[in-house]
């Protein structure tokens, strides 16, 4: 299996700071902030990022569900994924 790297770097403090978050060789890469995690700030967030993983991976099952010849057998997985904090 292949080596999947990402990297994160944050500047300043917890508050008044701000980052960058890039993976799959730069092919995603955004801002994060305090305020883009609890807030309506610009930027990212890792429910945003734990969604869009979630959400692709399920797009894949359904699809290779389909494709194996027996599509009465597949579920219809929802391919999108909604987080909430609860803070």
Not at 52 to 81: D, F, H, L
């Amino acid at each position: 299996m292949a080596t999947r790297k990402a990297h994160a770097r944050w500047e300043g403090g917890i508050t008044d700071g701000k980052g960058q978050v890039d993976f799959g060789n730069r092919a995603f890469k955004s801002a994060y902030s305090f305020n883009s995690r609890f807030e309506d700030g610009k930027g990212t967030n890792p429910e945003e990022l734990l969604g869009a993983a979630v959400t692709t991976c399920e797009g894949k099952q359904e699809m290779a569900c389909r494709r194996s010849g027996n599509a009465r057998a597949c579920p219809g997985i929802p391919t999108m994924c909604r987080g909430e904090r609860a803070y």
